[in-house]
């Protein structure tokens, strides 16, 4: 089968920002259907969570102290899924409100691109995980 060119004088020319394009080519970054694929940012960090699991309720709970996040998980893949969202929270956060790059060089991290405001970011942030003995030793004294 044969898939059709979308060029200036076709019908919904204007839905990527190339003047003629092929539907089975990935040179487009904006799909016909849906979202933007999202833009993949890498940051060098020096990021850890601190990570303890609750003996009663068998959760476990972590803080990030330099970021004044936290994350729980009833398994140890839910904690770190967790705590990767709250980091592209934080980070699409600050992209949206026009202040990464200032957030950025003040941690001394450096992203691999520094998208626009409105891109749709899949970041990628390395973090380490010291897990602790006890959960009370989460809590400052």
């Known amino acids: 089968m044969v898939r059709p060119v979308l060029d200036a004088s076709s019908p919904g020319h204007d839905v990527c920002p190339t003047s003629s394009i092929h ?3 990935k040179e487009c970054s904006v799909p016909l259907f849906g979202k933007p694929k ?16 609750d003996p009663e309720t068998q959760t476990w709970i972590g803080i990030c102290r330099p970021l004044n996040l936290n994350a729980i998980g009833e398994t140890w893949a839910e904690f770190h899924e967790c705590a990767n ?36 970011v899949r970041w990628d942030v390395p973090f380490d ?13």
Request: net charge positive.
């Open 23 to 25: 539907w089975f080519k």
């Open 38 to 53: 999202p833009i993949l940012v890498h940051i060098e960090a020096k990021l850890a969570w601190e990570v303890s699991r």
């Open 85 to 120: 969202d709250a980091i592209a929270l934080l980070l699409t956060t600050l992209l949206r409100e026009g202040q990464l790059e200032i957030f950025l060089r003040r941690h001394g991290w450096v992203p691999s691109i520094v998208p626009p405001p409105t891109a749709n």
């Open 129 to 141: 995980v010291q897990q602790l003995g006890q959960v009370r030793q989460l809590v400052p004294a």
